[in-house]
């Protein structure tokens, strides 16, 4: 951890819609916490999650992720020089077939 504890209001509020924001701790909730910037937040809220956890954390937690959308996944390729068969979630999506038929 690089600087001092930011609080849970400095990300966008639309992040965790569905969550009580003054449960969340950035130390315990970290893989809750990267994974709702990843997918739903803005610059300001990657900014700052790279400024306290560092990249390698960010890398560590998002190659475990069980899911991220397909750009989020590509941008986190891009930055960390990876492939997307290095993430979880994309070898789970490879071994789960689509109920649907599009």
């Known amino acids: 951890m690089n600087t001092p504890k930011p609080h849970i209001t400095d990300l966008s509020s639309h992040i965790f819609w569905d969550t009580d924001i003054n449960s969340l701790d950035f130390e315990s909730d ?3 916490i990267t994974h709702r ?3 739903y937040g803005v610059l300001s809220d ?3 999650i790279k400024k306290f956890y560092g990249l390698p954390k960010i890398k560590e937690i998002a190659v475990s992720l069980r899911t991220l959308d397909d750009v989020t996944l590509a941008f986190l390729c ?3 020089h990876l492939q997307k068969t290095d993430f979880r979630c994309y ?3 490879q071994s789960t077939g689509n109920s649907w038929t599009y």
Request: charged letters at 25%.
């Open 78 to 80: 891009t930055i960390f």
């Open 46 to 48: 990657w900014q700052l």
């Open 30 to 32: 970290a893989k809750l």
């Open 37 to 39: 910037v990843l997918e």
């Open 91 to 93: 070898r789970l999506r």
